[in-house]
């Protein structure tokens, strides 16, 4: 039971109260891997671990560098979760593998996704504590509490953090749904914290240039009701999988119309299974049907949902546009509900998959030729300002958007009340002091891009990805050399050899001129005076090759250089 709250007045500072620190190890000047970060004293308290999707084809995603957390392991009290989305939970196994978290607090949906993320990559199940709207957490420094806001999942949660230095709020992702489908929004509780006094308030700057109310998500149920209704034949509605109000009322639809449910792809089969499972979403057992058995029904019989809505290239979705689906082979009689918006960097991909549906045959249906079969989980301008009269901050930090989202909820910031002065735009790793209900900028901590992909958790850095991305486009020339250290001379002029980098056509007069300008350079840096050492042999000969190589081809491959050594040589000999 949630306590009695109290009047949270900054206090008198007294030498043994340390102050707060707020900042963000991602989420800024970006949309994804949101990580947030509460400090005070001997207590950091971490909110959300996401994941960032990039288009390289060498990765899976981008998260945070975990350095800070790991080298201030001992005072990691917990993770708070406010919502289930990837951008917010995709970076928690690898989290865990980096550092060890006492608890998890989350809600129902966002657990049972971080269960099965952590059993699926062999991460140790974490311990998590159920959260709602009415639990609190008592620390040392804080009274943490949590209040309900709308959004796209179930179980989406604000949190404000009490301190003797004041008050912390962040609002999470949200909108203000006034016809929700799922749990209203905590106006009131948002109203106590205003009244009680918010001294800085972290807040979704995703739709900050969206001038109007973002939809209703009752609206586009009410929207594709008659479209299912009318169709011909099956229906395929693609859909965010994690967009789990908009999945259930479309299954709610599907049995309105007497059609069986057909899932394809594997986030939507594994939300569904979850949201069933905590008995979010609530059918007859017999209602999803084995894709094996969809030939067993008419197609007026059939409702399909199915992942693919950013064109990816190996999603269900592609499969039935370009005619690799082994189930569903697209024909005149089908609908195809894009109940979705293509995410920046996604429309050519999108486009691809539309042009394909409809040259077979399908009638597509999006957002554009049919406004209303999606709506955004993210308030615009105009909800954004109902959360600034609600919380009335002192001091605002937008967080969760690029740079220009982040200059937009500031000028709505100040919109609101909110001074100038009093409103910061930080990068990640940029901190704020909270002092007494004082807020200023102080030193940052470090704060990096990690890429992953399936095979570890451990993650590369840029420069890697970089190097990889590269080779890629321009290939890799390894240049060998042989020396003798003991008289500083070259005993094996150097070797050259590429892949990928240019046509054979010329290539071995190329590769002697590489030789011979490396040799030319490695002779000169011998009787230049200098300190000579491995590292200066290693940079001569990747700066000569380089130059070489763009003057001659205009490309720029990676340059490793393998030095054999004679005394090396010999001694291991002996």
């Not at 001038?211 to 509605?237: C, H, W």
């Amino acid at each position: 039971m949630e306590n009695k709250q109290t009047n949270n007045k900054p206090t008198k500072n007294k030498s043994n109260v340390p102050p707060m620190y707020v900042y963000a190890l991602g989420g800024l000047g970006e949309v994804g891997k949101n990580m947030y970060v509460v400090e005070q004293g001997n207590e950091i308290w971490i909110m959300d671990s996401g994941i960032k999707f990039a288009n390289e084809v060498t990765i899976d995603g981008i998260i945070p560098s975990f350095d800070y957390l790991v080298k201030n392991q001992k005072k990691i009290q917990g993770l708070l979760i406010t919502h289930g989305h990837e951008d917010h939970i995709g970076a928690v196994p690898h989290l865990l593998n980096a550092v060890k978290i006492p608890k998890i607090y989350a809600g129902r949906i966002a657990a049972g996704l971080i269960w099965k993320k952590t059993s699926e990559r062999r991460v140790a199940r974490p311990k998590i504590q159920m959260i709602n709207n009415k639990y609190t957490i008592k620390s040392q420094n804080f009274k943490i509490s949590f209040f309900n806001v709308n959004h796209s999942i179930p179980d989406s949660f604000g949190i404000a953090f009490k301190s003797k230095h004041g008050t912390v709020v962040n609002t999470g992702d949200f909108k203000f749904d006034l016809t929700p489908v799922g749990s209203r929004s905590d106006m009131s509780k948002m109203t106590q914290l205003g009244d009680q006094g918010v001294t800085l308030m972290l807040s979704d700057s995703t739709n900050s240039s969206v001038k109007t109310f973002s939809p209703s998500e009752a609206d586009v149920r009410d929207t594709i009701d008659p479209l299912i209704k009318n169709a011909k034949g099956r229906v395929i509605t693609a859909t965010f999988a994690s967009n789990v109000y908009r999945v259930r009322e479309i299954i709610k639809l599907a049995h309105k119309h007497n059609r069986k449910i057909v899932i394809f792809g594997y986030s939507m089969d594994k939300v569904v299974t979850i949201a069933r499972k905590i008995k979010y979403i609530n059918i007859p057992e017999n209602f999803i049907i084995d894709p094996r058995k969809i030939k067993n029904y008419d197609d007026k019989e059939i409702l399909i949902l199915s992942t693919g809505t950013q064109g990816e290239l190996n999603a269900a979705l592609s499969k039935m546009a370009t005619g690799r689906h082994k189930q569903v082979k697209i024909n005149e009689n089908d609908t195809v509900i894009f109940a979705s918006s293509a995410i920046p960097g996604n429309y050519e991909g999108v486009e691809v998959v539309t042009n394909e549906l409809i040259k077979k045959g399908a009638t597509v249906i999006d957002n554009k030729t049919n406004p209303g079969v999606h709506a955004s989980g993210h308030g615009g301008r105009s909800e954004q300002l109902i959360m600034f009269s609600l919380l009335r901050p002192q001091h605002f930090m937008p967080v969760h958007g690029e740079t220009v989202m982040q200059l937009e909820h500031a000028n709505t910031a100040v919109a609101s009340g909110v001074s100038r002065k009093n409103v910061f735009i930080l990068s990640n790793g940029g901190r704020l002091k909270i002092e007494n209900g004082k807020v200023e900028e102080a030193s940052s901590v470090p704060a990096a891009d990690v890429y992953v992909d399936e095979t570890k958790l451990t993650g590369q850095s840029q420069k890697v990805i970089s190097d990889r991305l590269t080779m890629s486009k321009n290939g890799v020339i390894t240049v060998t050399v042989g020396i003798d250290s003991n008289k500083n001379e070259i005993i094996i002029d150097p070797v050259i050899e590429a892949k990928g980098a240019f046509s054979t056509e010329g290539a071995a007069q190329f590769m002697k001129d590489v030789s011979t300008s490396v040799k030319t350079d490695l002779q000169a840096y011998y009787k230049s005076g200098e300190k000579i050492s491995f590292n200066g042999i290693k940079e001569v000969i990747k700066a000569t090759t380089e130059a070489e190589v763009f003057r001659q081809r205009k490309i720029n491959p990676v340059v490793v250089p393998i030095i054999l050594n004679k005394q090396i040589q010999r001694s291991e000999d002996e």
